[in-house]
């Protein structure tokens, strides 16, 4: 099972989500350059975090216009699985693949430090081995990621359970002091409609090894190998 | 030829930054200043004929990329003189 | 045009150094030939006056692979790779503009690491500021801690520990020094050389600006007066366009095309071009209207004394040309050819084919002048390390919450919690205290780093000071089962041609080699920053030292915090009677006086031998070294970092000031003293370990319950509630922010 992912100029968290998916996790795993136009026939497709093109405009708007942009469109309309992480999440955003826009933490601030989330949904090729309403220790690490979207399309989202985690409490309450950046719902990560394409702010690839504090988020990318094992969530051509 | 951008975030959009912005002027005394909004501006240099075509690859330019209009507002105003106003 | 005295002056240059330029060239200097010299010849790029002290300093072992004189240090940590590290400061611009500042100091020591062929790892910075009720010091505050989490958050490498410090003395100089560490295959260690005539120099990254040019510098009236105006005080850091160089360098140095790199750092092309022209015994001749410039109408000299951050110069072998200029491109750079290295030892700068500057290269480098500043002994010391009467001490539990308060001792977090400190997968021990670690992919090791200073030690014994800066680094590492292999200092002191300072200077950095060659910490480089001084009042001398320790086994390291309920407390090394320069006579008494702890060196090096064996074995659970606040402090945060309570009863110490017994022992700052924890059933075979070492201990606890209990000599004087404690200490610094707004 292969594993794309994208480096944009500035990404800074692709050579983590490449350990965790070739070293940790044994999986094949491959760079694919901003300016390919080619998936190199990869299994999932992973945008990672980071600062592409310095985020000097807004975040993610000027990745959303690079060349491989296109392949990792056709490839989530096929129903292949894409994970935006952080940096990858507000690219997919800034490229309509998912509803809303990020906004600057409520703090103002950088924010670094593990939160809790909760699984809401099991039913998306990044989440089929967690249990429901699961609990995962999982860092963050951004400067802009208090989620928006207006209010009716929030409904939306809840109403068709595109809402995959939420910030919460160690004990599972989904609270305001549970909310790291002001994020609306405490959303902390969402998928689309067809249920193949997830974006979160949250770094499961900085949470896969016991020693660097969490393993937690492991679950999710053995939930993509899985997903794909399955036949659930593959491209179809 | 000269564009002149204005992005701000819709009114419904909550700003952090704007309000940080508001409570910090409070506490220096400027009470009188009730809300501030802060938003981004842009100069952009246009080889265009006319007002018109300056204006419409400005808008183009900032509905594309300069505005996420999810969360954004624009505004564009078009200078047809190339002349800078001394600062 | 002609060289006036006023023209020298302004370049900041002597009347016997100019005749010096003089002599060299055999003729008067062009304008551009005075600025060249002035900017090679200036304190911060010659360390001409604290050259003749450096040179004493340990700089060579049997890890070491580069000393001082690169871009970097360098040392073996096996599986053939090498740590590359330094420190290095941005205090003055940090001031003008904080954010800017901060963030370029962390920019410019970042090029540093991975212009030596390693890819940079972590980030440890070492702050101090003026006390954090003053707004103007807020703002100052804030907008370092911004700039740097903005600049290394988004290049992507972690900032892993630090530590900050807070003195009146620097409320109009802060004090911002930056250590990177990076990773490189030991063989494949690239230098800042320019050799082999015929060679091609490229020039790649930013456009220059008239950034940084020193204002002082410039002879406004006779020099053009708008270009004057144009020119920006403070550089601008881009950390996306560093992000670009840091990747594309490393590709590029993959393939062998490379003869040297160099970053444009202070003096930018001037120091870069002579530099590697002086190391490689080599020639070099560029033409300045090759250099892509970002404003119009820039002059030669201009263009040489420009510090536009983010530039690189290289030197590349004949015929690889167009292979490296392709890696570039496909990073969306530009390597621009400027010129080439000739045989001739001369620095030649042409504008549009017209020589501008013609200097040997060796007399900009080694051919500076060296001063042997005159010293004097301070007279402020003989009343400074006296001890005033302090009258009858406050309740012990009062001390123990005020010094939790005080911004020195309270909880980081508001800051670190900035900083992407994750980033990489590589941080095995958080950021909160003590070393930061990081493992070494790709092989079983880890790295221990920690940097450490304590200017009220230095200020009462600059000798004794700097050793126990020394000793704190290399304990913080040894804590976390680090071996220390190397060492690298940033200097900050106050203005050199006072004897005093100079004085203050030359007793630490003897102080500095003293611990070195005690611990086996060779110095492999770092930086020397003088004239921090405002009005004429100087900082409190303050040499901070980073330490580098191996740790052979990355599943065995000790962090700071307590592990389980039940484990017992042990005290290593000794207590004594020693208030003298801590925390709480400056908290509790508005103090800087007294004796600093005695160091005693050959007990500190039995003491890191010591926590690494037992931490390597796997029998030191926790440890964590008694620093400022003493003691109770040191125990309360081991409680605070996993929130289990302790209970502890240490031996009690005789003392020369009455009633101040439970002050000395709980808040005193004695040296070469860590709180450890071990499994109850383990505790003899601890003892005995120690004992071996030859290191005093004592079972002074265990860990459990949720209350902080201490006892002296079985007399119960400490009693607090644990989560008030912790509440007070972790939000300490976010209350001066959230209560009066950062841009307060």
């Known amino acids: ?101 990020m906004l600057r933490n409520r703090s103002i601030r950088f924010q670094c430090e593990h939160v809790v989330v909760k699984v809401e949904c099991t039913d998306t090729p990044f989440t089929s081995r967690c249990s429901p309403d699961q609990l995962l220790r999982i860092p963050i690490a951004h400067g802009e990621g208090n989620y928006y979207a207006e209010p009716e399309i929030v409904e939306q989202l809840e109403a068709r359970r595109q809402v995959i985690f939420r910030y919460a409490t160690a004990s ?16 902390a990560g969402l998928c689309n409609e067809r249920r193949n394409v997830v974006g979160m702010m949250p770094h499961p690839e900085r949470a896969c090894e016991l020693a660097i504090g969490s393993a937690d988020g492991l679950l999710l990318l053995e939930s993509a190998v899985h997903s794909v094992g399955q036949g659930t969530f593959v491209t179809t051509p | 030829m000269r564009a002149r951008v204005f992005v701000t975030l819709k009114p419904s959009v909550f700003d952090p930054q704007g309000t940080i912005v508001t409570d910090a002027l409070h506490t220096l005394g400027y009470d009188a200043v009730k809300n501030v909004r802060q938003g981004k501006y842009f100069e952009l240099e246009i080889d265009a004929g006319s007002e018109e075509e300056a204006r419409r690859l400005a808008l183009e330019a900032a509905d594309k990329l300069l505005a ?20 | 045009m002609t060289i006036t005295d006023d023209i020298v002056k302004r370049h900041g240059l002597a009347p016997d150094e100019y005749q ?32 003749v002290h450096l040179k004493t300093l340990p700089t060579t072992g049997a890890r070491v692979i580069q000393g001082p004189g690169e871009n970097a240090g360098a040392v073996d940590i096996g599986d053939g790779l090498a740590a590359v590290f330094k420190i290095e400061s941005h205090n003055h611009p940090s001031f003008i503009e904080p954010y800017q500042g901060a963030a370029t100091g962390v920019g410019g020591i970042i ?45 992507g490498i972690p900032t892993v520990g630090g530590e900050i410090g807070f003195d009146e003395s620097y409320t109009g100089n802060p004090l911002v020094n930056v250590f990177c560490l990076g990773i490189a295959k030991a063989d494949e260690i690239i230098k800042g050389v320019a050799s082999g005539a015929g060679n091609a120099v490229y020039y790649v990254g930013a456009k220059t600006g008239r950034d940084g040019i020193h204002g002082a510098t410039m002879a406004s009236a006779e020099f053009d007066e708008k270009s004057a105006e144009k020119r920006p005080a403070v550089q601008v850091g881009d950390p996306f366009m560093e992000k670009l160089l840091l990747e594309a360098c490393l590709e590029v140095m993959k393939t062998d095309a490379l003869v040297g790199i160099q970053d444009m750092g202070a003096a930018g092309l001037t120091c870069s071009t002579c530099e590697m022209g002086a190391r490689g ?50 990073w969306d750079l530009h390597a621009v050819r400027i010129g080439e290295v000739t045989t001739d030892g001369l620095m030649r700068v042409k504008s549009d084919g017209e020589v501008v500057a013609e200097i040997r290269t060796e007399s900009l480098t080694d051919g500076a002048p060296l001063y042997h500043r005159p010293m004097t002994e301070p007279a402020y010391l ?40 994750m980033v990489r997968t590589n941080t095995l021990v958080l950021p909160g205290m003590g070393a930061g670690v990081v493992r070494v992919k790709g092989t079983s090791r880890a790295l221990a780093l920690s940097v450490d200073g304590n200017g009220r030690f230095v200020y009462l014994d600059p000798y004794a000071g700097a050793q126990l800066a020394v000793a704190e680094a290399a304990r913080n590492v040894a804590c976390a089962g680090g071996q220390p292999i190397g060492g690298t200092n940033c200097l900050n002191f106050g203005n050199p041609e006072r004897p005093e300072i100079m004085w203050q200077f030359a007793r630490a950095v003897e102080g500095i080699g003293a611990a070195c060659r005690a611990l086996d910490i060779p110095i492999t480089g770092g930086n020397v920053s003088l004239y921090n001084e405002t009005d004429g009042t100087p900082i409190l001398p303050t040499p901070v030292l980073g330490v580098v320790g191996l740790i052979e086994d990355a599943t065995m390291i000790a962090s700071g915090g307590f592990r389980s309920e039940g484990d017992s407390i042990l005290l290593l090394g000794e207590t004594l009677d020693e208030l003298g320069g801590s925390a709480y006579l400056k908290v509790m008494h508005g103090l800087v006086r007294g004796v600093p702890p005695r160091l005693d060196l050959q007990r500190e090096a039995a003491l890191l031998r010591l926590l690494v064996k037992g931490v390597s074995c796997g029998l030191v659970r926790s440890a964590h070294d008694c620093a400022e606040g003493g003691l109770a402090v040191a125990l309360a945060e081991c409680c605070f970092e996993t929130g289990l309570g302790a209970e502890a009863d240490v031996p009690r110490v005789e003392t020369a000031l009455p009633g101040f017994r439970d002050v000395s022992v709980l808040f005193g700052e004695s040296a070469s003293r860590v709180l450890v924890s071990v499994s109850a059933g383990r505790v003899a075979e601890m003892e005995t370990l120690a004992a071996e070492a030859g290191v005093p201990v004592a079972t002074v606890g265990r860990v459990g319950g949720d209350r902080i209990r201490i006892a002296v000599g079985g007399r119960a004087v400490l009693d607090e509630p644990l989560a008030a404690a912790e509440r007070l200490w972790s939000d300490a610094i976010g209350n001066y922010f959230e209560s009066q707004h950062a841009t307060g």
Request: charged letters at 20%; a neutral charge; glycine letters at 10%.
């Open chain 3, 382 to 421: 003989t009343e400074a390390r006296r001890l005033p009467s302090l009258g009858a001490p406050r309740p012990a539990d009062e001390v123990f919450r005020r010094l939790l308060l005080s911004p020195g001792i309270a909880s980081k977090r508001w800051v670190y919690r900035q900083y992407d400190h």
């Open chain 1, 1 to 101: 099972m292969k594993f794309a992912i994208v480096v944009f100029p500035g990404s800074n968290c692709d050579h983590d989500a490449y350990h965790a998916t070739k070293h940790v996790l044994g999986q094949e795993a491959a760079f694919v350059w901003h300016k390919d136009t080619s998936l190199q026939g990869a299994d999932v497709v992973i945008l990672p975090g980071g600062f592409a093109h310095g985020d000097y405009l807004r975040t993610g708007a000027v990745a959303r216009f690079s060349p491989i942009m296109p392949a990792v469109q056709r490839f989530a309309e096929a129903g292949g699985p894409v994970l935006g992480i952080c940096n990858g999440f507000q690219v997919l955003l800034e490229a309509g693949l998912l509803p809303g826009a």
């Open chain 3, 111 to 155: 090029r540093d690491i991975f212009t030596m062929g390693a890819r940079p790892i972590a980030l440890l910075n070492s702050l101090r500021f003026g006390p954090l009720d003053e707004p103007l010091v807020r703002r100052t505050f804030a907008g370092v801690v911004a700039g740097i989490g903005g600049y290394g958050n988004s290049i």
């Open chain 1, 172 to 187: 599972g309450a989904v609270t305001p002091e549970a909310n790291p950046n002001g994020s609306v719902r405490n959303i």
């Open chain 2, 68 to 87: 996420n209009t999810v969360i954004e507002s624009y505004r564009v105003e078009v200078e047809s003189s190339t002349e800078r106003s001394v600062p």
């Open chain 3, 281 to 330: 015994g080599a020639g070099v001749e560029i033409d300045v209207s090759h250099v892509p410039q970002r404003e119009a109408g820039m002059t030669p000299y201009e263009i040489m004394l420009s510090e536009s951050q983010e530039r690189m110069l290289l030197v590349v072998k004949q015929g690889r040309e167009s292979e490296v200029e392709r890696i570039f491109e496909k």
């Open chain 3, 20 to 51: 010096r330029i003089l002599e060299m060239l055999g003729r008067e200097p062009t304008l551009t030939e005075l600025g060249i010299f002035s900017v090679m010849w200036s304190e911060h790029c010659s360390y001409k006056s604290s050259r």
